[in-house]
């Protein structure tokens, strides 16, 4: 009997001991995978599943273009075995972070997958330069191409998992051309003359050439120039002229601007609607990408699918 409760408080001592240890320790054999935004995340948790650690350098729902990397970011991008990042200089001042780290932590940008023809390319304002427009992610297409791209990364991290990873890469595959004819289908309920989408940045330039829509903004393709009244006027010129109706606000930015913008046309006698809010740079409320660019063409559809 003795013996017997002996060998029971060795094992309740061995149970306690185990269930106190870090977290780390139970998954210290996962690679650690930090995304710079919760869309990058979503893709990344989508090839690697629960094989492998991951965070987010950027508050969710927050405008990247206007990132700055803290103290706290610098640690954990060197505690991770890898970053992987939008480019195009969509994450504001984080390329700038990483290249003041160097070599601690390898870091891909997924923009530099992609062919060099499927990129846009913008004028900035101020000085005529050609800058990359970053937000190829709305246009499922070239986001099958990052999907490849990061199930090869993945894979070349970690030989055991290769053929999960891969796996993985083909069911996303499939939902992204389920997602491709779905938004197909409902484009077609707008009538060819209202396919027109204003916001106040170029973010759905990549969305507006795959699927047939002219897309006007106030800014170029990042939020961090300023927005002057010449720029208002210029916009509500071209909106008056194409007889637009229809403004649409973006989940990362106030709605200001394009209130200022909606004020100046009725001013002129051209009034135009809110046809509600985009995701351009965020999934907001959504659970994962599919549902965000679900969201976006439903709410596209239902405003413009009339005058």
């Given at each position: 009997?003795?013996?017997?409760?002996?060998?029971?408080?060795?094992?309740?001592?061995?149970?306690?001991?185990?269930?106190?240890?870090?977290k780390?320790?139970?998954?210290?054999?996962?690679?650690?995978?930090?995304s710079?935004?919760?869309i990058?995340?979503?893709?990344?948790?989508?090839i690697?599943?629960?094989?492998?650690?991951?965070?987010?350098?950027?508050?969710?729902?927050?405008?990247?273009?206007?990132?700055?990397?803290?103290?706290?970011?610098?640690i954990?991008?060197?505690?991770?075995?890898l970053?992987?990042?939008?480019g195009?200089?969509?994450?504001?001042?984080?390329?700038?972070?990483?290249?003041?780290?160097?070599?601690i932590?390898?870091?891909?940008?997924?923009?530099?997958?992609?062919?060099?023809?499927?990129?846009?390319?913008?004028?900035?304002?101020?000085?005529?330069?050609?800058?990359?427009?970053?937000?190829?992610?709305h246009?499922p297409?070239?986001?099958?191409?990052?999907?490849?791209?990061?199930?090869?990364?993945?894979?070349?991290?970690?030989?055991?998992?290769?053929?999960?990873?891969?796996?993985n890469?083909?069911?996303?595959?499939?939902i992204l051309?389920?997602?491709?004819?779905?938004?197909?289908?409902?484009v077609?309920?707008?009538?060819?003359?209202?396919?027109?989408?204003?916001?106040?940045?170029?973010?759905?330039?990549?969305f507006?050439?795959?699927?047939?829509?002219?897309?006007?903004?106030?800014?170029?393709?990042?939020?961090?120039?300023?927005?002057?009244s010449?720029?208002?006027n210029?916009?509500?010129?071209?909106?008056?002229?194409?007889?637009?109706?229809?403004?649409?606000?973006?989940?990362?930015?106030?709605?200001?601007?394009?209130?200022?913008l909606?004020?100046?046309?009725?001013?002129r006698?051209?009034?135009?609607?809110i046809?509600?809010?985009?995701?351009?740079?965020?999934?907001?409320?959504?659970?994962?990408?599919?549902?965000?660019m679900?969201?976006?063409?439903?709410?596209?559809?239902?405003?413009?699918?009339?005058?």
């Amino acid at each position: 009997m003795k013996k017997l409760y002996i060998i029971v408080s060795i094992l309740i001592t061995c149970f306690i001991i185990s269930a106190c240890q870090p977290k780390t320790v139970k998954n210290k054999y996962k690679s650690v995978i930090m995304s710079s935004n919760e869309i990058i995340d979503d893709l990344v948790k989508s090839i690697g599943s629960n094989f492998i650690e991951t965070s987010i350098a950027m508050r969710k729902g927050n405008d990247p273009h206007s990132y700055t990397a803290t103290e706290k970011d610098i640690i954990r991008i060197t505690d991770s075995s890898l970053i992987i990042y939008n480019g195009g200089s969509l994450e504001g001042r984080l390329e700038w972070a990483l290249s003041k780290i160097g070599n601690i932590t390898p870091a891909i940008s997924i923009i530099d997958c992609l062919p060099k023809d499927k990129i846009i390319y913008d004028k900035d304002k101020n000085d005529g330069k050609d800058t990359i427009n970053p937000h190829f992610w709305h246009d499922p297409s070239l986001w099958k191409i990052a999907a490849h791209f990061i199930a090869d990364n993945l894979a070349s991290m970690n030989d055991v998992n290769q053929q999960i990873y891969f796996q993985n890469e083909e069911v996303l595959l499939y939902i992204l051309e389920r997602l491709n004819n779905y938004i197909k289908e409902q484009v077609k309920k707008i009538p060819v003359e209202n396919r027109v989408i204003v916001t106040e940045h170029d973010a759905f330039a990549y969305f507006g050439r795959a699927y047939g829509f002219e897309t006007y903004f106030l800014q170029g393709a990042s939020t961090s120039s300023e927005i002057s009244s010449a720029d208002i006027n210029n916009l509500a010129d071209i909106l008056i002229e194409k007889n637009v109706t229809t403004l649409f606000l973006e989940a990362t930015l106030p709605d200001k601007n394009l209130r200022l913008l909606q004020s100046t046309l009725k001013a002129r006698g051209h009034f135009v609607k809110i046809g509600g809010t985009l995701y351009s740079d965020t999934l907001g409320y959504n659970n994962n990408y599919e549902a965000m660019m679900r969201h976006n063409i439903d709410t596209i559809v239902s405003a413009l699918s009339s005058k």
